[in-house]
């Protein structure tokens, strides 16, 4: 069991949350059946691999209601999450994206088939989703999300999408900063055809004292309507990449910091690459 439960953890670290999902439902089964033999006490730390709520951030003390989110993004395409992580983890996060920023390491955004600058303003980079390749912060960020997509996995409300059937995998990571001249991101969506293999957009924002009046909010097209979200420090968004949650950024005012991850389905991913 030690082996599977190390073969699950590196799946995990590699951004492979669906092949992570399918060994830990190995593992839970094992620990069900053994917790059958033993003592009531061994039968109830069994039971505890099921958890009710994630944790968000290595060192946060808040829990989130998983089935919640699930609920949330059934029903309207995306949900919101504040205090996503921990403020000992917000620092060093801010202190990082600023130096890509400084170091020049942020370029102007493109779009996919090279469309003009017109319809995005930002400064991005992308990283890569590599274990251990991101910076610790970045790292500690996307250990979080991970943890995150894997108990969403879990959830039978978006279980079509996100179960461990779909063999997820963290494809994509992208750092943006809007250079607050009124830059902003034109309506669209993030993989209106599915030729990325797109499923799943998060966006963790850095941005401490955000005021409305800055603008930059992200506006996300729903099933209720217009949604706006502001990019508040310590927010985390997730919504569909495909045509259910079409979105864009509203012109910002004020120096606007994310970080954007899409899980992917991993056979869509192979063949893309298989085509090229």
């Given amino acids: 069991m030690h082996s599977i439960t190390a073969e699950a953890d590196?799946?995990?670290?590699?951004g492979m949350v669906g092949h992570h999902q399918e060994l830990v439902s190995q593992i839970e089964h094992l620990r069900e059946q053994r917790a059958e033999c033993l003592q009531s006490s061994i039968r109830r730390s069994a039971?505890?691999?099921?958890?009710?709520?994630?944790?968000?951030?290595?060192?946060?003390?808040?829990?989130?209601?998983?089935?919640?989110?699930?609920?949330e993004l059934k029903r309207?395409?995306?949900?919101?999450?504040?205090?996503?992580?921990?403020?000992?983890?917000?620092?060093?996060?801010?202190e990082h994206l600023g130096s890509m920023r400084s170091s020049g390491a942020l370029k102007p955004g493109e779009v996919s088939a090279g469309l003009q600058q017109q319809r995005r303003g930002d400064l991005m980079a992308w990283v890569s989703t590599e274990?251990?390749?991101?910076?610790?912060?970045?790292?500690?960020?996307l250990h979080s999300i991970d943890r995150l997509v894997g108990a969403l996995g879990q959830q039978p409300l978006v279980a079509d999408d996100l179960g461990p059937q779909r063999m997820l995998c963290r494809h994509e990571m992208q750092v943006t900063c809007y250079p607050g001249n009124g830059a902003?991101?034109?309506?669209?969506?993030?993989?209106?055809?599915?030729s990325r293999g797109r499923v799943l957009t998060l966006i963790a924002y850095s941005n401490p004292r955000w005021e409305p009046g800055h603008g930059g909010a992200l506006r996300l097209h729903v099933p209720s309507g217009a949604r706006d979200v502001e990019p508040r420090d310590r927010r985390l968004v997730l919504f569909w990449s495909d045509a259910r949650a079409p979105h864009e950024v509203l012109p910002a005012h004020r120096e606007r910091y994310a970080v954007s991850v899409w899980f992917?389905?991993?056979?869509?991913?192979?063949?893309?690459?298989?085509?090229?």
Avoid: T
Wanted: aromatic share 4%; glycine share 6%.
């Fill in 76 to 94: 309207e395409h995306c949900c919101v999450i504040d205090d996503f992580v921990g403020a000992d983890e917000a620092a060093p996060l801010r």
């Fill in 131 to 141: 274990a251990g390749a991101q910076a610790p912060p970045l790292r500690a960020l």
């Fill in 47 to 71: 039971s505890r691999i099921k958890p009710s709520a994630v944790r968000l951030g290595p060192s946060s003390s808040s829990l989130w209601d998983v089935a919640a989110v699930a609920a």
């Fill in 10 to 14: 590196s799946l995990r670290d590699a």
């Fill in 184 to 194: 902003r991101y034109v309506k669209h969506v993030d993989d209106p055809h599915g």
């Fill in 264 to 276: 992917s389905d991993a056979q869509a991913v192979a063949a893309g690459a298989a085509s090229k």
